[in-house]
């Protein structure tokens, strides 16, 4: 028995996030569906992260093990042969057994696209957050960087209750080692890398990078609003589209 690695790119639009549910389509179960064919039976594979419906990814990585002894480049092109167009294997690595896609991650990085052209382009809308009205970006990119450091990032959790709870009985605790924001164009690109993330962390930071660069918050306000430990100190969350995992990294 084998444990494999693979990195994997898929457009979230019409899936209902990674992680697999009843009757909903998931990146999570279209790869497991790809190696059932392959193995013969059915291969569970865990994934680095659970990216909601509707985010992307460049870099996604998962593992899992196999009997068949097909060497990796032949099981990269079975895979994409198999899958949706929508979901590449760029990929394929043979790992040592005790490693784990998301246990043994240690840092992610994730980048967030607003689109601030007039007329969003019609081959980005599924990939980018429009928002063509006046925003302050100055001060957005100024705020940035309050988000850096290790710090309870209870008030950019989800709103989702049980997903809270869950949280909170772990640790909100996490490390961000960057958080930026740039103009590339007509797009604002947030980019934060860090330890891990709570559920719809990234999303919420967004939403209040956006009330900043509307007036509603000063820069200096972030430190005031993850010392609240409270989710309704921050901003709304933003669409899901704008939002790509970009990269997974491990020791080795």
Request: glycine share 8%; proline share 6%.
């Amino acid at each position: 028995m084998r444990t494999l690695r693979i990195t994997v790119a898929y457009d979230g639009t019409d899936f209902s996030g990674w992680q697999v549910q009843p009757t909903q389509p998931t990146v999570q179960s279209a790869i497991e569906g790809a190696l059932r064919e392959i193995e013969g039976k059915p291969v569970k594979i865990e994934g680095s992260g659970r990216t909601d419906a509707g985010v992307h990814a460049l870099g996604q990585m998962a593992s899992f093990r196999l009997e068949n002894p097909i060497p990796p480049q032949n099981l990269k092109k079975a895979l994409n042969r198999l899958l949706p167009p929508t979901v590449r294997v760029y990929n394929v690595s043979e790992v040592p057994a005790g490693f784990h896609a998301r246990h043994s991650a240690t840092a992610k990085t994730y980048e967030y696209r607003i689109q601030r052209a007039e007329t969003c382009p019609p081959f980005e809308q599924r990939y980018t957050y429009w928002h063509p009205f006046r925003l302050d970006e100055p001060a957005m990119i100024a705020a940035a960087p309050f988000f850096e450091g290790e710090r309870d990032f209870r008030s950019l959790a989800s709103n989702d209750r049980a997903a809270q709870m869950a949280e909170i009985a772990k640790t909100t605790v996490r490390t961000i080692y960057s958080s930026r924001l740039s103009r590339d164009g007509d797009l604002l690109i947030y980019r934060v890398r860090g330890s891990g993330f709570l559920y719809h962390m990234v999303r919420n930071i967004v939403g209040t990078l956006l009330e900043v660069g509307r007036g509603h918050l000063s820069p200096t306000d972030i430190t005031a609003i993850l010392d609240a430990r409270d989710r309704a100190a921050a901003g709304p969350m933003v669409a899901a589209r704008g939002l790509f995992l970009v990269e997974v990294e491990y020791e080795n």
